[in-house]
């Protein structure tokens, strides 16, 4: 697609259910990356996938979160028995493979635990 | 380990002044620089980026910025800021492993008001 598409743009949740989160990359774009934003927080590395190579989930907070991607494009992150610190926008990025181009984003998901 | 320090938190400046949005960063080879803004309700986009070669970059909407290794700094500037470029502003810096980039680390960043 033209852009990184990330869905859904809003998700209110209750305590304890799991979520998913879907990023649908540029076309052509081999790396992916996952970030969550909190208030105040600035933009926290969660998990990066670069083609076909082991993601690096050093970012990750906790084993609650996890992170797949299918086919080296859509890219799923899911996150199990969501707490209300877990509260944030959860922006997607990917980027050529060859280059330092910096990201293209997506507008985010917007996650409320209640 | 790789940081960026964005020291203002918040600036406020009149239309039509000058900017300067601060940024300094710990790494230790040659970085890559990057300035993102995000608007309200909306994702973040990239201003401008730095590599290599002339210290000084221009991106879009008017913004430069110029690296300075000795002071490893990478501050973004505007000659004359307009009301809509009140936004938040991200520095970041990157490495570069085997031909692929690896992630970015992000600073806390500069939220810009505009007063008339």
């Known amino acids: 697609g033209a852009g990184v598409s990330q869905s859904p743009s809003n998700k209110v949740t209750e305590k304890g259910k799991d979520v998913e989160l879907r990023c649908d990359p540029i076309?052509?774009?081999?790396?992916l990356y996952w970030y969550r934003q909190s208030l105040g927080q600035g933009l926290e590395f969660l998990i990066y996938f670069q083609g076909n190579s082991a993601p690096d989930k050093s970012g990750l907070p906790s084993d609650r979160f996890s992170a797949e991607r299918t086919g080296g494009s859509v890219s799923t992150l899911t996150i199990q028995r969501t707490q209300q610190e877990d509260s944030a926008v959860y922006l997607c990025?990917?980027?050529?493979?060859?280059?330092?181009?910096?990201?293209?984003f997506g507008s985010g998901t917007r996650l409320t635990v209640v | 380990a790789q940081s960026v320090t964005q020291p203002d938190i918040h600036i406020t400046v009149s239309e039509g002044a000058s900017l300067e949005l601060r940024c300094n960063y710990s790494y230790g080879a040659t970085p890559y620089l990057f300035w993102y803004v995000q608007s309200p309700g909306q994702g973040l986009q990239l201003l401008l980026k730095y590599f290599s070669g002339d210290t000084l970059v221009q991106g879009i909407k008017g913004f430069e910025a110029e690296f300075k290794r000795s002071q490893s700094s990478f501050n973004l500037r505007k000659p004359s800021v307009h009301w809509s470029d009140a936004a938040e502003y991200f520095c970041a810096v990157g490495a570069y492993y085997g031909g692929s980039q690896g992630n970015l680390i992000f600073g806390k960043g500069t939220k810009l008001s505009v007063k008339p």
């Open positions: 990025a990917s980027s050529p493979k060859t280059g330092a181009y910096g990201y293209t």
């Open positions: 076309s052509g774009h081999t790396a």
